[in-house]
């Protein structure tokens, strides 16, 4: 996180760039949600995998699922925020509804993407997108699905029209040949 601030104040000054987004675990975002509104951040992306205080610190190695509320409320005023989620047999199953919820309180989308089989996740099974939808009808009825062209992730709204859930299945729909992003990883490469 040190330097992001004048980076995204660097790079949105470049011509033709459309957007900055940026994905976070929340955690410092309300603390510095002034600073990255006003250096030129466009969307953020917030990585919640379950709501549960107990399992998402589980999952994040005791981080506070409030800290990361509080953030997102800090910034969804000024800039359109969306909810991250990966969702992993055994572990967070049972955080399908909380997030879809989440998603209708906050009118917000809520993206449940695909876990990848990377060797750090080789020993998890993901849950399907036909089966996180099948468990989010159980409750609302029928999705309704929406157009997004240069999204990555395909999204579904309500009946009511609150809230919205959106998936990125990388593994059963594949669309990197369509990507037009690039991304600054953690570790400072550009994917």
């Known amino acids: 996180f040190p330097g992001i601030i004048?980076?995204?104040k660097h790079i949105a000054i470049l011509p033709k760039l459309e957007k900055i987004a940026m994905t976070t675990n929340g955690i410092l975002l309300q603390q510095y949600s002034e600073s990255l509104i006003k250096s030129g951040l466009g969307s953020i992306n917030v990585s919640i995998d379950a709501l549960t205080p107990s399992v998402f610190a589980a999952i994040t190695r005791g981080?506070?699922?409030?800290?990361?509320?509080?953030?997102?409320?800090s910034v969804c005023k000024y800039i359109p925020v969306k909810?991250?989620?990966?969702?992993?047999?055994?572990?967070?199953e049972q955080e399908i509804i909380p997030l879809v919820d989440f998603s209708r309180e906050y009118n917000i989308a809520v993206r449940f993407?695909?876990?990848?089989?990377?060797?750090q996740t080789k020993t998890?099974?993901?849950i399907s997108e036909a089966q996180i939808k099948?468990?989010?009808?159980?409750?609302?009825?029928?999705?309704?699905?929406?157009?997004?062209g240069a999204s990555t992730a395909h999204y579904y709204s309500f009946a009511d029209k609150r809230g919205k859930v959106g998936f990125i299945s990388a593994m059963s729909h594949k669309f990197c040949s369509?990507?037009?992003?690039?991304?600054l990883m953690a570790d400072g490469s550009l994917r």
């Open 63 to 73: 981080a506070d699922i409030n800290k990361v509320i509080a953030g997102i409320n």
């Open 134 to 148: 099948a468990v989010i009808s159980s409750k609302y009825g029928k999705l309704y699905a929406e157009k997004d």
């Open 124 to 126: 998890y099974e993901g």
């Open 83 to 92: 909810v991250n989620s990966v969702i992993i047999k055994g572990l967070n």
């Open 178 to 183: 369509s990507c037009n992003r690039i991304r």
């Open 113 to 119: 993407i695909e876990l990848m089989p990377f060797s």
């Open 6 to 8: 004048d980076f995204i």
